[in-house]
């Protein structure tokens, strides 16, 4: 597995995901549809180009997955129990059909967790940027890492 364990995070340690990748029409227009967002200006290219952007948007939730996704393998691969929430979520530009993006991580804060022993707590700020380096995601995320010697 090449997920961090929590000993191994540290506050400040930050991580740039190698990994991009390029969103296509096809990318947002099945996640519009699996998770029945209707918006126009995800779907609708007649609406989208009415607008100020002038073309469709790339969901932002997809977005938010992407970028998280981006970072598995490098920080929580076979090493987390759970994502325990979000927060702090900002969409400064928009993204769009053949936009590739990549991700980075910081680590903010991290503590023993005070129910599980074999886990600890750790907040993560995560960022999504456009190959010119423009950021269109960034959040916080809480998320639960195993220690080294529960595995």
């Known amino acids: 597995m090449t997920g961090r364990y929590y000993e191994e995070l540290e506050i400040g340690d930050v991580y740039h995901h190698s990994t991009g990748r390029t969103v296509t029409e096809m990318d947002n227009t099945l996640f519009s549809a699996l998770t029945h967002n209707s918006q126009p200006l995800h779907i609708n290219a007649d609406f989208a180009a009415r607008t100020e952007f002038g073309q469709r948007l790339v969901n932002g939730v997809f977005t938010l997955g992407l970028v998280v996704g981006l970072s598995v393998a490098d920080v929580t691969e076979g090493t987390i129990v759970a994502n325990l929430g979000y927060d702090k979520v900002v ?61």
């Open 91 to 151: 969409h400064p530009h928009p993204l769009f059909h053949g936009d590739t993006v990549y991700a980075e991580t910081l680590v903010l804060a991290k503590r023993e967790s005070a129910s599980r022993p074999n886990c600890g707590i750790v907040q993560l700020k995560q960022t999504g940027r456009k190959s010119d380096g423009t950021v269109v995601v960034e959040f916080e995320r809480t998320v639960m890492f195993l220690k080294r010697a529960a595995a």
